[in-house]
């Protein structure tokens, strides 16, 4: 038995080093495929005018029950829903985008110390609404007659584009001769050529913020249309572009 041990033994040992001479070979010709690389981010920008608005409404009304509240709430709202179509904006345009019932309590102050519980004393219906307006001649009057109709609540206004996919062309190449310019610059700086591009991958694209109309908005407001400046819609793209380097 032990001679045959020793033979195994030795023959073990002497393919050790075989494997370990194979696996080096293998790391050096990864090590040596390696492309160097230059990896640059480019930001590219194109600034268009608004074709339509986003509007949030909200309807606040509050009653002793909550069957009261509602109803006046409903009531309100359908009087701004109606005008709304009235001033042509489509049933696809319009769109619910929120709605509760609140209790609201009363907390009593206490004289002696001791925690008063709260008084249940009415209850608050909300119902706030998305409206797109692809007018936006119409947008002070409609703001205007909104508020007239019961609308007590929001006023935040989004200005936004339809189709604003040649804007966004716009800022992809921006964005990509703004990598370019990045990745030149270093190659000079490093006293490198400049190769060929190896992977070209984009950010998603999100509009710039545009000036916004926000108010509490309450019947008392100006007698005329609200005036309304729409200023210009942003859009910016980031890319990230790998360069090789020539050799």
Request: proline share 6%.
């Amino acid at each position: 038995m032990l001679p045959n041990t020793r033979t195994i033994a030795f023959s073990l040992l002497l393919s050790l080093p075989t494997a370990a001479a194979t696996a080096l070979p293998t790391l050096a010709a990864d090590s040596q495929s390696r492309e160097p690389v230059i990896s640059v981010s480019g930001e590219g920008q194109a600034s268009v005018a608004p074709d339509m608005a986003v509007l949030n409404l909200s309807v606040v009304k509050q009653a002793k029950t909550a069957r009261e509240a509602l109803d006046e709430n409903n009531k309100a709202m359908s009087e701004v829903l109606a005008a709304l179509k009235k001033a042509g904006i489509a049933e696809r345009d319009l769109q619910t985008s929120g709605f509760s019932v609140q209790p609201q309590f009363n907390y009593p102050q206490s004289n002696d110390g001791q925690p008063k519980p709260p008084e249940l004393v009415a209850y608050q219906v909300s119902n706030s609404l998305s409206v797109r307006i692809r007018d936006l001649s119409k947008l002070g009057a409609i703001l205007d007659e909104a508020v007239a109709l019961g609308v007590n609540q929001g006023g935040d206004i989004q200005f936004t584009n339809d189709k604003p996919e040649k804007a966004m062309e716009e800022a992809r190449k921006n964005a990509v001769a703004n990598a370019i310019a990045k990745a030149k610059t270093l190659a000079e700086a490093a006293d490198v050529q400049l190769g060929r591009v190896v992977e070209i991958t984009e950010t998603l694209p999100r509009p710039q913020p545009v000036p916004v109309f926000r108010a509490a908005m309450m019947k008392e407001g100006a007698d005329s249309a609200v005036p309304i400046q729409g200023g210009e819609t942003s859009y910016n793209i980031t890319v990230n572009v790998t360069f090789s380097i020539a050799q």
